[in-house]
């Protein structure tokens, strides 16, 4: 024990170090923010475009596939969506694939209080949780009303002006997915109608949704916080995750750190010629 | 035209696989041996469960996530679950005790039926016990359950091998803080980096069903995975066709492919 | 029991898989409503599989508690009584105070915990594998911390070809190899239609030959 030098300690770091500089770093920025430039990157501008290009009357699907706990990556870019939408003139459907969308549906609300100003039933419907996933999806590109004979509250979809509208993919302008699920109505609508689809991943599913950006799939992406906060930098509506990005900084710069110093013994050996 | 457009070649390449399907389940059936190459995951089986004896400790098995009744995540599960028949079997023999957490419901037959059923060949059904796979609510109390049991039990060896998503990180790295040997598998594309990092063996892609197939043994599985070798040379053939012909500005291929 | 796994389970799965595959490449006009049919039925089916969830979360709890599971009743009690209270309070009145509280102030909380906990892990298990042993890992080393700062605004005030070079990456760096795991991924899923339609596979109606 006492012949270790710092590169041995260093090789079996104790991770209650590092897991405490986390909180550290983590908590700093949200206290004392930086405010370092956000770089919007060609996925995230492709997406806000096709929001901006969204005409008056349009109708526009949103499935909120996020849980709660996903909330600090997609609600930010969420409320762009639906903000910019709204500006747009466009009526929105909003359905989900996760059991609390009720509660997403709630914070959304919270967010965008516009959405309170909206005729609901004309404008916006919230038709709440469905399951079923391709099969559904597939089935609602025929019929919405025999996957939703009713919305969340339980008007009976008949008595909402907007679904007897929208109630096939032809009638939605566009598709927009929340954190993941795109597969399906890349799949159901996209494919077999030509519904223009796009949304927002969380930053894990980044390079699994890449290819469907590169083959044209979608028509737009903005992945994680950050592409939350470049839809906030393009709406010109900074708010919760562009203050995250400072955090985002400071945690991936300790990263990059704590890398480099579990490094170092490997290089100190070999440099020393040992095992 | 009776086929819509667009899906033309589509249903011949489907209905093509089919065939080929058929006619190496058929192949097997008749004698032909397509042997599935040596998956190192699977061959760690045995020395997982063979340290969990050493060490009289447990080992830890979860087979994802989701739904079994699911397209997204059905196929993957229930592969996951034809690789712990194996491991019950191996488990059984050398004595050491199989711990299960689950949350995939519709499974929970099916699950108890393959681990009993090990139990049985082995002659061993009398240490099988209901106790020792647990059900547990959703994703995220799998999350704190899974690693108040690693840290409890301190098991010698644990498999994650299913449909897995966020929680791979959380529970590979419990394993890892105290030093469990891990064998993994998932088709779920972004998980598989954070697995390949984090566990000793890894199922990659189509080698969690060519390990399955390899555990089933029976034509119906194997066949279906040799016929799939065809299938990859010919969209291999495909893909350096279309790389050749694309620079040239030939589309015929994108043209043909496309009807 | 045994008749209707084996012939009814064996054909139903035909049936269903031609409907729904005829529907998608024939242009037959009836076919259409009877596909439609169909996929409701599997969409009252997933919601029949959360009730099916519901019972066997509380028989198998209950029998933990009634057992007096070591080391397990305890919490078993716990999910048993959250459950009949949400429960409750949500057949009351979803949209009820009560059960807002819940969700809002328990579930979400708790959810969020478990979700930022993975943070943690990430950093925990990257100190530990990010280690440049031999020239492939010194590679994957190299470009996990170029994404990490192409993610990062900091990455561009450190030095600017972060995110030229993570965009790349991000893009044609890795799209070829992805796209041929999505391939892979593909013709697996169609090996297990096949297995179904083929009644080989019978792990979702219980297993057994």
């Not at chain 2, 547990?136 to 049991?149: D, H, M, P």
């Not at chain 3, 070079?165 to 992805?178: A, F, N, S, V």
């Amino acid at each position: 024990m006492s012949d270790q030098n710092i590169f041995d300690r260093l090789d079996k770091l104790d991770r209650r170090i590092y897991y405490w500089l986390i909180v550290i770093v983590i908590t700093w920025p949200l206290i004392s923010p930086i405010g370092l430039p956000i770089t919007v990157k060609p996925s995230s501008r492709a997406l806000y475009d096709g929001l901006t290009s969204v005409q008056e009357g349009d109708v526009v699907l949103i499935d909120i596939f996020m849980s709660v706990s996903t909330w600090p990556e997609c609600m930010g870019g969420l409320v762009v969506e639906t903000n910019t939408l709204i500006d747009q003139g466009a009526k929105l459907v909003y359905i989900g694939n996760s059991v609390d969308v009720s509660r997403s549906w709630e914070r959304l609300k919270e967010l965008v209080p516009r959405l309170e100003t909206l005729e609901y039933g004309s404008d916006v419907v919230f038709l709440g949780y469905y399951t079923g996933e391709d099969a559904a999806a597939a089935q609602m590109a025929v019929d919405m009303s025999s996957i939703f004979p009713a919305d969340h509250y339980g008007t009976p979809i008949d008595d909402l002006p907007l679904m007897s509208e929208a109630n096939s993919a032809t009638d939605y302008a566009m598709v927009l997915f929340t954190a993941e699920g795109e597969v399906k109505w890349i799949q159901q609508w996209g494919e077999p109608y030509g519904v223009p689809v796009a949304g927002m991943g969380i930053a894990m599913k980044g390079s699994a949704l890449a290819p469907y950006l590169a083959s044209g799939d979608i028509f737009g992406l903005a992945v994680g916080v950050r592409g939350a906060a470049e839809l906030e930098a393009l709406a010109e509506m900074p708010a919760t995750a562009t203050k995250t990005m400072d955090a985002i900084s400071s945690t991936h710069l300790l990263f990059v750190i704590l890398i480099i110093l579990a490094n170092l013994p490997i290089l100190y050996n070999k440099i020393k010629g040992g095992s | 035209m009776i086929l819509k457009e667009g899906r033309i070649v589509a249903f011949v390449l489907l209905f093509g696989s089919f065939v080929l399907y058929y006619m190496f389940t058929k192949m097997i059936q008749q004698g032909k041996a397509f042997k599935i190459r040596t998956l190192a995951a699977l061959e760690a089986l045995p020395e997982a469960v063979g340290r969990c004896a050493e060490m009289g400790k447990p080992i830890f098995y979860m087979p994802g996530i989701g739904s079994s009744l699911s397209l997204s995540s059905g196929a993957y599960i229930l592969a996951g679950i034809t690789i712990l028949g194996r491991l019950a079997g191996f488990a059984a023999k050398a004595g050491v005790k199989l711990r299960l957490f689950t949350v995939t419901i519709d499974a929970m037959p099916l699950i108890q039926e393959t681990i009993k059923n090990a139990y049985a060949i082995e002659g061993k059904v009398e240490e099988y016990s209901d106790d020792d796979i647990e059900l547990i609510a959703n994703q995220s109390s799998l999350v704190s359950r899974y690693i108040g049991a690693v840290q409890r039990e301190q098991p010698a060896a644990a498999c994650l091998i299913g449909y897995l998503a966020y929680e791979s990180v959380v529970l590979s790295e419990a394993g890892n803080i105290i030093g469990a040997m891990q064998i993994s598998g998932t088709v779920n594309l972004y998980q598989i980096p954070f697995l390949v990092a984090s566990t000793d063996y890894t199922l990659i892609m189509e080698e969690l069903f060519a390990a399955a197939a390899a555990v089933s043994g029976d034509a119906g599985a194997v066949g279906p995975i040799a016929a799939e070798d065809v299938i990859k040379f010919v969209s291999l053939g495909i893909m350096i066709l279309g790389i050749v012909l694309a620079p040239l500005g030939i589309t015929f291929l994108v043209d043909l492919l496309g009807l | 029991m045994s008749f209707i796994k084996s012939t009814a389970f064996k054909y139903i799965p035909v049936i269903v898989f031609a409907v729904i595959i005829a529907d998608y490449f024939f242009a037959i006009a009836s076919l259409g409503s009877v596909a439609e049919i169909l996929r409701q039925f599997a969409v009252v089916i997933s919601n029949i599989a959360l009730g099916l969830g519901v019972i066997s979360l509380l028989r198998i709890h209950g029998k933990n508690v009634q057992r007096r599971l070591e080391g397990r009743w305890q919490y078993s009690i716990v999910t048993v009584v959250t459950f009949v209270t949400v429960f409750v309070l949500g057949i009351i009145n979803a949209n009820g105070d009560q059960y807002t509280w819940a969700f809002n102030h328990v579930y979400t909380t708790l959810q969020q915990t478990m979700y930022a906990s993975t943070g943690f892990f990430i950093v925990s298990s990257a100190y530990r594998a990010f280690r440049a042993r031999n020239i492939d890992a010194a590679l994957l080393l190299i470009a996990g911390c170029i994404v990490v700062f192409t993610n990062a605004p900091i990455g561009e005030v450190i030095w600017s070809g972060f995110p030229v070079i993570g965009d790349w990456l991000l893009g044609p760096g890795q799209l070829p190899g992805y796209r041929v795991l999505m391939l892979i991924a593909g013709f697996g899923t169609i090996v297990y239609a096949y297995r179904v339609i083929t009644g080989n596979e019978r792990g979702f109606f219980g297993g057994g030959e």
